[in-house]
């Protein structure tokens, strides 16, 4: 037996040891009531969707569309990893999306638009009004911009039904949509507008966020100056205005290149456009994926498998019916809003709820009214929301008289405490839960529970969805059994109809992104030789449920050992007083990386004199000393995007002393410099201790 250092010490812990980022918490079982009217109770489905009926269990998919050319084949693999699905077949987007549901639900609500001022109505759209509004629009884009079939035209919308008008006009022409999040810079609309190579930008006037009528139109002149500065030029710019006859924005119209759609849209009152039948394997929109640096990167998606998969997993994950009122609190800007706010629940000829602001404007309580008013029983948001919620009204929802049989959480990991409010509060206990794990490239969800079939389990996204065959690889891309308590990184074996085409313009990096690190043979046609890298770290329980840890370039190496960040995070919001972590890798001379652990407080808060050292205890009780933080900074808020979501790239970047880019498009980017300025000052006192003889 060798004597250790007190240093190897502080950092000797099993990969188990660090994976086993959140207590195990007990199952919850579907209500009854819940149960009796699921879309899905077959307990075989996963049989049916097995290995061995693979891939023409995705047939029962491509069925819930209506194709004007039936397919001849469910999967070619003759040019992996470029996987082709329902190929022969014909279809249209929006004609599936609106046209087919006219005959039994004309005259219900396809959509309902809620506007952030609360003085004003919500104001419902009729799958017949939609139809008619979609077909000027069409009409509008084909005669006036000259778009057709394979053109991309790219949107910088805000949550308006104007976007998704927009969206189903562009589809049933079969124009290739991009819609840029409408909190992103102009430069960000311009370098996306280069990259698809688009000619018309369709923007807005002004939209309303957090009681401010915020002008959006300098942003279009912005995108349209930094695409022309990258070689590609625009030839129109449609304006839609929230105020149709009233202009919200004070930047000028420019003459030639500028116009009002309504005023346009005149022209082309009463106007049919017939829906253009587009091969399934055609692209149906591309989604540029967020926070990256340098060149963009445009996932592209086709329409038939894509259609397909939306639509199967919004009937059987989200459990819609026409019948539901069914509210998504993203924003159609994210892939989360392509899927599950526009394309899935309209497949499906349910109600979908459109929210323009933010959830907390002018109270905590605006979401639970709107949820009361509008009847709303699907409710869909993330657990960054959750949080912000719970922190900032924990009672309210009980407050408000309405009713949610199924609650979806998506986009991060959902620690154990915040899915127990979620479930006791906003849920009073009578809804079922689905914490789903998917990306961009997806499509859709890969793994969540079946929810009239499966037992929830808090911090776990579950198993697998039907006809998704995981695996986990460590990083000697040895395969790694469930239930050993390793982590690793996220692989599914096998390709699905949702899954992104391409990177838009560069074939080669979507095959070394997602499949080179993986692929067992460059030459093999077979799919089971190409198993899609999702970035993700993952570990697998014994029962078969994932745990997913977050982005692999959030899981901090520290000498040698593997942490999550959201597993470190997750210990530090066991401390009451804590309302929300966030947790950065720091460059260190020794261990490589360690975590830098920032913390904001709840408003009530009372003893907050020793909240770091209980937050450095709680790490190394709950995960171990090789946890320990190299600093716990109580900040007033964290830095966030206008979605809400906390931004470690800023606070990493504080940390590590680099320059932390442009904030401006942060909802709260004064609070960045106050963090600087204290880590900044921490750190320099920091030095002259060390500077002491």
């Known amino acids: 037996m ?31 009531a819940f149960i009796e009217q699921a879309n899905m109770r077959d307990p075989d489905i996963r049989k049916r969707f097995g290995e061995d009926n693979f891939p023409d269990c995705f047939k029962e998919y491509a069925d819930m569309l209506t194709w004007s050319t039936p397919y001849s084949t469910v999967l070619d693999t003759n040019n992996p990893p470029f996987w082709k699905w329902f190929t022969g077949g014909k279809l249209n987007a929006c004609f599936n999306c609106v046209d087919r549901h006219l005959a039994q639900y004309r005259n219900k609500a396809a959509f309902i638009f809620v506007g952030e001022p609360e003085e004003d109505p919500p104001a419902a759209l009729t799958y017949q009004e939609l139809y008619v509004r979609v077909n000027e629009m069409a009409a509008l884009l084909r005669d006036f911009c000259g778009l057709k079939a394979g053109d991309r035209v790219t949107l910088h919308l805000p949550m308006t039904l104007d976007l998704p008008i927009t969206m189903l006009a562009c589809t049933r022409l079969g124009v290739v949509h991009s819609q840029v999040f409408g909190g992103f810079s102009g430069q960000s609309c311009g370098s996306r507008i280069q990259d698809s190579g688009s000619r018309i930008l369709i923007s807005a006037d002004a939209y309303w966020r957090s009681g401010k009528l915020i002008d959006h139109k300098v942003n279009a002149d912005i995108a349209v100056k930094t695409a022309k500065e990258m070689g590609q030029e625009v030839d129109k710019v449609l304006i839609w205005q929230r105020y149709p006859g009233k202009y919200s924005s004070a930047a000028p119209m420019v003459e030639g290149r500028d116009f009002f759609v309504n005023e346009v849209l005149e022209q082309y009152k009463g106007k049919r456009v017939e829906p253009v039948s587009m091969d ?30 939306v639509a199967g997993t919004s009937k059987y994950i989200q459990d819609i019916h026409p019948t539901d009122t069914y509210w998504c609190m993203a924003d159609i800007g994210w892939i989360t809003g ?39 029983n699907i409710f869909h948001t993330s657990p960054t929301a959750v949080r912000a919620l719970r922190r900032q009204g924990p009672e309210e929802p ?17 620690e154990p405490s915040a899915w127990r409010w979620y479930y006791d509060e906003v849920g009073k206990g009578e809804a079922v839960i689905v914490d789903t794990w998917w990306q961009t490239e997806t499509g859709g969800f890969l793994c969540s529970t079946v929810p009239a079939l499966d037992a929830m389990k808090p911090g776990s996204a579950g198993p697998a969805l039907p006809g998704i065959y995981p695996v986990i690889y460590d990083d000697d891309d040895k395969e790694v059994p469930k239930g050993s308590g390793q982590a690793g990184n996220m692989c599914i074996r096998n390709p699905w109809p949702g899954i992104m085409q391409t990177i838009w313009g ?58 999550g960040t959201k597993e470190i995070e ?3 919001m066991t401390v009451p007083e804590v309302a929300e972590a966030a947790v950065v890798p720091v460059v260190d001379e020794v261990k490589g990386r360690v975590p830098d652990v920032y913390v904001s407080l709840s408003p009530d808060a009372k003893n907050t004199d020793d909240v770091a050292e209980r937050v450095v205890k709680a790490c190394e009780d709950m995960i171990g000393k090789i946890a320990r933080p190299r600093q716990v900074l109580i900040v007033p808020d964290m830095p966030k995007t206008r979605s809400g979501k906390i931004m470690r790239r800023v606070l990493g970047a504080i940390s590590n002393g680099r320059d932390v880019g442009d904030v401006t498009t942060l909802a709260n980017a004064a609070v960045v410099d106050e963090i600087r300025t204290m880590v900044q000052g921490k750190q320099a006192a920091a030095g002259e201790e060390q500077a002491k003889p």
């Open 2 to 32: 060798t004597n250790k250092t007190h240093a190897e010490e502080r950092t000797e812990a099993t990969e188990a040891q660090i994976a086993v980022h959140w207590k195990e918490e007990q199952y919850f079982q579907p209500p009854r």
């Open 506 to 563: 560069d074939d080669q990096r979507f095959v070394d992104t997602y499949y080179k690190r993986y692929c067992r043979n460059p030459k093999s046609k077979d799919w089971r030789d190409w198993p899609y890298m999702s970035g993700d770290g993952a570990m697998q329980a014994q029962d078969g449920y994932f745990r997913i840890l977050g982005r692999l370039d959030d899981v901090i190496n520290v000498s040698g050992h593997r942490l």
């Open 280 to 309: 399934a394997e055609a692209p149906l929109f591309l989604m540029y994926s967020s926070g990256t640096t340098g060149k963009p990167k445009g996932c592209q998606h086709r329409t038939g498998g894509y259609l397909a998969y």
């Open 398 to 414: 009980r407050k408000c008289n309405y009713h949610f049989k199924h609650m979806t959480t998506v986009g991060e990991p959902i």
């Open 338 to 376: 392509h899927s599950y706010i526009v394309y899935g629940p309209l497949l499906l000829a349910a109600t979908s709820v459109v929210y323009e602001g933010t959830p907390t404007y002018p109270d905590v309580r605006r979401p639970w009214r709107i949820a009361e008013r509008l009847g709303v």
């Open 570 to 572: 997750s210990a530090c």
